[in-house]
């Protein structure tokens, strides 16, 4: 049974672009969060979806925008790319109030 | 905003000795807490979890001790391996809403 997998593994983007992240929940999972680990310190919940809304957020910018699609899959969009976004980018799914599963992550990387 | 987060950022065992990892929580209102272990390279992986009801949980070599009166959350590993080496993160989720609020970590090293 496949966990939480990501898409990439690892990205290099310029200031100022756009990047898309994708992330397949665990299979029986129908929840998706997104998290922003920079090094060193520990995961910043980003938002949540649910049903193909967003459901909850954290304290991120409009620049940062998601998407839910009927298989439960997930996208994470940054528009305008800053150096500050450099970053571990991590997909957890869950289902209930069943503790979250964690992806490996997406290291992006702003030059 | 509150916050959850850890007294040692480093914390150096002997192999199979006992270690004991450290939390502090802000919000009183928190009604669900777990420990993630992440290995470098890897997302976070759950090792335990306590509701607020209860104070204390075991599972396979770990223990959780919640201290509700001081805000206090503790995650004991027992006869620590080598393996157990990574980055120790609690985290909490309020009584309203599923998100994770993490601490900032802390780092345990298993001398052989």
């Known amino acids: 049974d496949a966990g939480v997998t990501q898409s990439p593994t690892h990205l290099i983007k310029t200031r100022g672009q756009q990047v898309t992240l994708r992330c397949s929940p665990k299979?029986?999972?129908?929840?998706v969060s997104w998290y922003q680990q920079a090094l060193g310190q520990g995961p910043q919940f980003i938002f949540q979806?649910?049903?193909?809304?967003?459901?909850q957020r954290g304290n991120f910018p409009d620049r940062f925008s998601g998407h839910q699609f009927p298989n439960y899959s997930s996208e994470l969009n940054v528009n305008a790319l800053l150096l500050g976004d450099s970053a571990l980018y991590l997909c957890?799914?869950?289902?209930?109030?069943?503790?979250?599963?964690f992806g490996s992550g997406t290291r992006l990387t702003v030059v | 905003g509150e916050s959850v987060g850890l007294h040692l950022p480093t914390l150096s065992v002997q192999e199979g000795d006992n270690s004991i990892i450290n939390c502090a929580y802000s919000?009183?209102?928190?009604?669900?807490f777990i420990w993630y272990k992440q290995e470098s390279g890897k997302g976070p992986q759950f090792i335990i979890d306590?509701?607020?009801?209860?104070d204390k949980r075991q599972g396979q070599r770990v223990t959780v001790l919640l201290n509700k009166t001081v805000k206090h959350l503790s995650l004991q590993i027992a006869a620590t391996q080598p393996g157990d080496s990574a980055v120790y993160f609690c985290?909490?989720?309020?009584?309203?809403?599923?998100?994770?609020?993490f601490g900032g970590g802390t780092r345990l090293m298993v001398k052989p």
């Open positions: 957890a799914s869950s289902r209930d109030s069943s503790f979250s599963t």
């Open positions: 299979s029986g999972h129908d929840t």
């Open positions: 979806y649910y049903e193909e809304e967003e459901r």
């Open positions: 919000n009183s209102a928190s009604d669900y």
């Open positions: 306590i509701r607020s009801n209860m």
């Open positions: 985290a909490e989720i309020p009584n309203a809403g599923n998100m994770l609020t």
